[in-house]
């Protein structure tokens, strides 16, 4: 079956231009998440989707950045102003949290670079 | 604050060599996984681990959890170059959803 897909792949961007990133997740899968992951580090946690309960928002890291979800399919990640220090890759996630392990699995990511 | 840290960092092996890579983690947690990435790839899930005492094991790779010393361990055993990737442990934090904070990663290079 399909895994999890984002596009575009590759965006570049002039500073302080708005961008939008797509996610799509595994079919069924009723949790999604958003990470970015900067230049050799690990996984930061940005925003959580869970049905139709409130998103977690903890991890965002300023208000230019936002995300939705459309009931428990595609995600958009906005960032908006977009500045150099954004530039990573934003994976997403899906999972279906009634099982014990809830794995979370990752698309291919965007790769994000500002000018 | 949950943190994760993984040691080492970066390790260059030989083929056919034994190592280990540690992933200690600073609060209670109900799971905690291990994921590969290869250079310019996504997160492939290669285990979770739910309880105190869990083994698993997948080819030449096996991963353990030692939820009181809130360790796990990734251990390589006769390493092929195949197996060269960074590799990540990630934990989440009871309440949390699922919410996961992963390790800084450990580069695995093994060498002919």
């Known amino acids: 079956g399909a895994g999890v897909s984002q596009s575009p792949s590759n965006k570049v961007t002039e500073k302080g231009k708005d961008v939008e990133l797509r996610c799509d997740p595994i079919?069924?899968?009723?949790?999604l998440y958003w990470y970015r992951q900067r230049l050799g580090q690990g996984l930061e946690f940005l925003i959580y989707f869970q049905g139709n309960s409130a998103p977690d928002k903890s991890g965002l890291p300023s208000d230019r950045f936002s995300a939705e979800r459309t009931g428990e399919s595609v995600s958009t990640l906005t960032i908006q102003r977009t500045q150099q220090e954004d530039s990573a890759v934003y994976l997403c996630?899906?999972?279906?949290?009634?099982?014990?392990?809830?794995?979370?699995?990752f698309g291919p990511g965007t790769r994000l670079t500002v000018l | 604050e949950l943190k994760v840290e993984q040691n080492p960092l970066f390790l260059s092996m030989q083929e056919g060599k034994n190592y280990t890579i540690y992933c200690n983690y600073s609060?209670?947690?109900?799971?905690l996984y291990w994921y590969r990435q290869d250079p310019g790839k996504s997160l492939e899930s290669l285990f979770v681990l739910l309880s105190n005492g869990a083994v698993k094991q997948e080819g030449r790779l096996m991963a353990s959890l030692d939820t009181k010393a809130r360790l796990s361990t990734l251990h390589i055993t006769a390493a092929v170059h195949d197996l060269s990737a960074t590799y990540f442990c990630?934990?989440?934090?009871?309440?949390?959803?699922?919410?996961?904070?992963f390790g800084t990663g450990t580069r695995l290079q093994v060498t002919l």
């Open positions: 609060t209670t947690s109900d799971r």
């Open positions: 990630a934990v989440d934090k009871p309440g949390t959803a699922s919410k996961l904070t």
């Open positions: 079919s069924g899968h009723t949790a």
């Open positions: 996630a899906s999972s279906f949290p009634g099982t014990s392990a809830d794995t979370q699995y």
